[in-house]
């Protein structure tokens, strides 16, 4: 059925036809492209044909050994912290949100505030099975169709459609947090403090963007670690696992455009920075506001308006990269670019293709769509470009085919080739892939 759809971003919205997944789905004589919860931000799970597999929603087997929990594609990562979190068990890696699938996560080959020591998502799935373009079903892992597995690991679904994932949880005492906030007041020293917290588990900062000269660069450093039973009960805690309850606002229908705007972004930064007096606040959280914090508003999206918003997540090197990453966060304050939600993390080494974490700082901004903010993130492209950086895929809706190329270099190339080789019929494309030429002839 021919549906106007976008990602979580609201732009491209676009005319696509959607069908639900069945294993005939693949016969398409139309090029497809699998689609989950639709929380990529651009036009990654768009085009002609989408395949929804949001019904292949069920949890087939689970190992309390060892923690593997094997299930369909569609299953969500709520679904999976619902069940296991009271069992004992964390998701091994988590994004922003909590409402991704199994599949989007390995296709994005998704990361969390504890890159740069656990690595990302796919360092912690033990095997796929994949639907090829000739239907059959293919078991991929590290050691048996392992082309296929490199391949299909931020993948971004051009190589089949993920049926089924394998993926190792890991154990914990409680679904507690303790969490460390230090407020910082420029981003010299939000390295430091990411350079001195290296053996965190999670860690992540709000920057505030809007801020200039000595204070560019400022906001809340947060580390986090799972809390043991000892540390709850020393706070007088008893119940190690709770759950936050689900219920929480929505915003119901898109907000005017001009709501967020230059001055309410300064006003909300301002408040949110100045909103910790001391310099640094030890506490337990439950775990839901630490990884998830705007999942408690239900389609906050919309307060971007129609015309949607663009995340711009950007990695650049350690080496050179604290400069680059000075001089694009001056470059927005004084365009007077505001992004509502700044987050800055660290990455450490990655493998795979298409991966975008490389070791280095990762900064997540959300502008409104306007007039003037395309010329303006072409520019900053350009930055991060000269400084060795490249931009996640994923959130992506508006990179030219140039700068993709260019900074996903060599091993971009070796994708496509094998990817043509595997796939001469190029039957798995997207408006991304095809906005980005990715797929080649
Ligand atoms: C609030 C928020 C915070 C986020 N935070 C982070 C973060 O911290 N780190 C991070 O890495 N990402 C983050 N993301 C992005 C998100 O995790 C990824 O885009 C993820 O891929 C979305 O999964 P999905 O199920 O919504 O997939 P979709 O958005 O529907 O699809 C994403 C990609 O996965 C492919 N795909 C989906 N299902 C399948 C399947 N079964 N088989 C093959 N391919 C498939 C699609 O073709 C597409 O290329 C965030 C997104 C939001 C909205």
Known sequence: MIQKIGNWGNYPVMDCDVEEYSPSVIHSNVPQIPRGMGRSYGDASLGAKVVSMLRLNCMLDFNPETGVLWAESGVTLSEILEVFVPRGFFLPVTPGTRFVSLGGAVAADVHGKNHHKEGSFCDHVEYIDLQVEDGRILRCSRIENAEWFDLTRGGMGLTGIILRVALRLKKIETSWIKQINIKVRNFEELCSLFEAHQGSTYSVAWVDCLAK?????????????????????????????????????????????????????????????????????????????????????????????????????????????????????????????????????????????????????????????????????????????????????????????????????????????????????????????????????
């Open 213 to 441: 000269g000595k204070k560019a660069g400022r906001g809340i450093f947060m580390i986090g670690e799972h809390a043991s039973l000892s540390e709850i009960r020393q706070e007088g805690i008893t119940q190690p696992f709770t759950s936050l309850k689900k219920k929480g606002l929505s915003i119901p229908f898109f907000l005017p455009e001009i709501i967020l705007n230059n001055f309410t972004i300064r006003v909300f930064n301002f408040l949110y920075y100045h909103k910790q007096l001391k310099r640094k606040r030890v506490f337990l959280t439950p775990y839901e506001p630490y990884f998830y914090p705007l999942d408690s508003i239900f389609h906050w999206n919309r307060v971007y308006g129609k015309r949607g918003f663009v995340q711009y997540q950007f990695v650049l090197p350690f080496e050179g990269g604290a400069e680059a990453m000075q001089d694009i966060l001056e470059t927005i304050a004084r365009r007077g670019f505001a992004s509502f939600l700044t987050v800055l993390k660290t990455f450490g080494p990655q493998e795979g293709l298409l991966a975008f974490p490389m070791e280095g700082y990762t900064l997540a901004l959300d502008f409104p769509v306007s007039p003037e903010l395309f010329p303006f993130l072409t520019e900053l492209d350009q930055k991060v470009q000269q400084a060795g950086g490249r931009i996640y895929l994923a959130k992506d809706a508006r990179m030219s085919p140039e700068v993709f190329a260019s900074t996903y270099g060599e091993k971009l190339s070796t994708f496509q080739k094998i990817l043509a080789r595997l796939l001469p019929g190029k039957s798995f494309q997207s408006a991304l892939s095809q906005r980005l030429q990715l797929i080649q002839s």
